[in-house]
C-alpha cells in the first residue's frame, strides 16, 4: 500500500504497468479521474473508492488547491505452495 499526494493542480499520470488491479481510496480533499481520450472524468470526495484497470483512466488530477491524498491498494502476488502428499504415514 502506498499513499499518493497531489497538490493543488497537481496531475500524475496513470501507467498500465505500475498501476495493474490497483484499488484507489481517496482520504483527503478531491481527485478527478482524466480519461484517455483526455475528457475529465469525475470527481471524487473523500472515502471515495476507484478501480484503475479497465476503467480508462489516464491520469489523475487535484481540482482543488489543498493537497489530496489518495491510497493505493495493489493485491500482492498470489504463492502457491505445494505440499507433498499425505500417504498415511507409510514410507
Known amino acids: 500500500m ?10 500524475v499520470e496513470v501507467v498500465a504497468a505500475e ?5 484507489g481510496v481517496v482520504t483527503r480533499g478531491r481527485v478527478q479521474l482524466e480519461l484517455r481520450d483526455g475528457e475529465p472524468g469525475p ?3 473523500r472515502d ?3 478501480w484503475l484497470r479497465g476503467t480508462g ?5 487535484n481540482p482543488g488547491r489543498r493537497t489530496a491524498r489518495v491510497r493505493i ?5 498470489r504463492t502457491v505452495t505445494s505440499q507433498p502428499p499425505n ?3 507409510t514410507t
Open 87 to 89: 500417504d498415511g504415514g
Open 48 to 50: 471515495a473508492g476507484f
Open 57 to 61: 483512466v489516464r491520469a489523475l488530477r
Open 73 to 77: 491498494l495493489t493485491p500482492r502476488a
Open 43 to 45: 470527481i471524487l470526495g
Open 2 to 11: 502506498r499513499t499518493l499526494a497531489l497538490r493543488g493542480g497537481a496531475r
Open 19 to 23: 498501476w495493474c488491479d490497483a484499488f
